[in-house]
């Protein structure tokens, strides 16, 4: 059995700079990498670094990047054979400059993600015998986001739902096909309409998410903990300590840890106190993809901070 991701997979070109240019400005910047990204393959090289056996589902042009990025995915130990390669487009690509004080600017061209479509929530169906959970994001048309959620859901596979980007025009059927949703306070209130930055508003906002038919709302609010209800259960998880260098794919890494503990056959609890701790570790280390845990990491983290592995 295995974990299916379906989204995004990016190359992320990026350029750090003294400060961002105005418009008609040409600057000389200080720095320049390439590293792979997007959500969806954010998750599954999570996912896959946990020792949880994983299958990426979506897209990649024909370009160089594509190349680079099927690697990247085979390397960190993700079954990417049911990526699809499209000849009509460029690859998903991510053009970031980052200044002398964190700030950005980020364009981001879609590629290939954005023709993801019915064709390939086909080919996940082929897969859904064989899966436990199917991991969903918004960096793909949210036609077929909804298309897989569906064909999950007949299935009986466990949907978790990622809503990031934050949007607020979510179709009313999707919350119906989702297991669990895992936003974080933007993307919360973004949903719901609401501001969320406590453990109070986020609550409010999981109780909102619920009645929409969700059967379980995890509320991400970074290093003021986490909040997960269902329509049993009401509780708060902390955040654990950590020096933060960089939150790029903690929340990633969180749905990463949250999987991998439901698919170990943990319960609810212990599998946000998984999601936490995967979100902690990717924030103490630059980049995407580079920040995320290995189970060997992982392991020791946890068992530094008291957290059985075995616990349920």
């Given at each position: 059995m295995s974990i299916i991701v379906f989204g995004s997979i990016n190359?992320?070109?990026?350029?750090?700079?003294?400060r961002l240019p105005v418009?008609?400005?040409?600057?000389?910047?200080?720095?320049?990498?390439?590293?792979?990204?997007?959500?969806?393959?954010n998750q599954a090289v999570a996912l896959a670094r946990l020792e949880i056996p994983t299958q990426m589902v979506g897209r990649v042009g024909t370009d160089s990047f594509a190349s680079e990025l099927l690697y990247n995915l085979a390397n960190s130990g993700v079954?990417?054979?049911?990526?699809s390669i499209d000849e009509t487009v460029s690859s998903g690509v991510a053009i970031i400059a980052v200044d002398?004080?964190?700030?950005?600017?980020?364009?981001?061209?879609?590629?290939?993600?954005?023709?993801?479509?019915?064709?390939?929530?086909?080919?996940?169906?082929?897969?859904?015998p064989n899966s436990t959970a199917l991991l969903l994001q918004f960096?793909?048309?949210?036609a077929a986001?909804?298309?897989?959620?569906?064909?999950?859901?007949?299935?009986?596979?466990?949907v978790i739902l990622d809503p990031a980007p934050a949007q607020s025009n979510v179709p009313d059927e999707l919350y119906a096909l989702v297991d669990i949703i895992t936003p974080n306070e933007v993307e919360a209130g973004q949903l719901v309409g609401i501001s969320v930055n406590n453990a109070e508003s986020a609550k409010e906002a999981a109780a909102v998410l619920l009645q929409r038919g969700?059967?379980?709302?995890?509320?991400?609010?970074?290093?003021?903990?986490?909040?997960c209800a269902t329509a049993e259960e009401?509780?708060?998880?902390?955040?654990f300590a950590v020096q933060a260098v960089d939150t790029v794919a903690a929340g990633d890494a969180f749905n990463g840890g949250l999987a991998a503990a439901l698919y170990n056959g943990m319960s609810l609890h212990q599998a946000v106190v998984w999601g936490a701790a995967a979100g902690a570790l990717a924030a103490t280390k630059a980049g995407a993809q580079t920040s995320l845990p290995d189970k060997f990491t992982f392991d020791a983290f946890l068992k530094e901070r008291g957290v059985l592995k075995d616990e349920v």
């Open positions: 190359i992320d070109l990026v350029v750090t700079a003294p418009a008609g400005e040409t600057l000389l910047g200080n720095n320049f990498f390439q590293v792979p990204g997007g959500k969806g393959a079954d990417s054979s049911n990526v002398d004080r964190s700030e950005n600017q980020i364009i981001v061209i879609p590629g290939a993600n954005g023709r993801v479509n019915q064709e390939d929530v086909e080919q996940l169906s082929d897969l859904l960096e793909i048309p949210m986001v909804v298309a897989a959620a569906k064909a999950a859901h007949q299935a009986g596979v466990k969700v059967k379980c709302a995890i509320v991400k609010l970074g290093a003021k903990g986490v909040v009401t509780f708060f998880v902390p955040a």
